[in-house]
């Protein structure tokens, strides 16, 4: 499968299959709050600071994706979570799930 990277398409999506019109976006579990994931916890310390940080984040997040869909591309999103184990075999699963 070919792909790109480093676009400049809205959020700067990770990997981009232009064949396919599908972008991937590589997020970290804390800095994109993935909900009930163990590597999502917010900070005791600081906290007004860390929730209006990471809800900005997954804000922009939503602005990106509407921008992305409105191009006609399809975002996609693999968690870190989803591949800490071995990223290689995990990421190739995930990326079959899309059905490219």
Same mark, same amino acid.
């Given at each position: 499968m070919r792909y790109r990277l480093h676009s400049q398409l809205p959020g700067k999506p990770d990997i981009i299959f /232009? %064949?396919?019109k599908i972008v991937l976006f590589i997020n970290g579990c804390?800095?994109?709050?993935?909900?009930g994931c163990k590597n999502f916890v917010v /900070? %005791?310390?600081n906290t007004v600071f860390w929730e209006t940080k990471i809800n900005g984040n997954v804000e922009r997040?939503?602005?990106n994706n509407k921008k992305l869909i409105e191009l006609g591309w399809k975002p996609e999103i693999i968690w870190e979570?989803?591949?800490e184990k071995d990223?290689?075999?995990?990421?190739q699963n995930?990326?079959?799930q899309f059905k490219i």
């Open positions: /232009p %064949k396919y804390f800095w994109h709050k993935h909900i /900070p %005791k310390t997040d939503c602005i979570c989803e591949v990223i290689v075999i995990s990421t995930l990326i079959q």
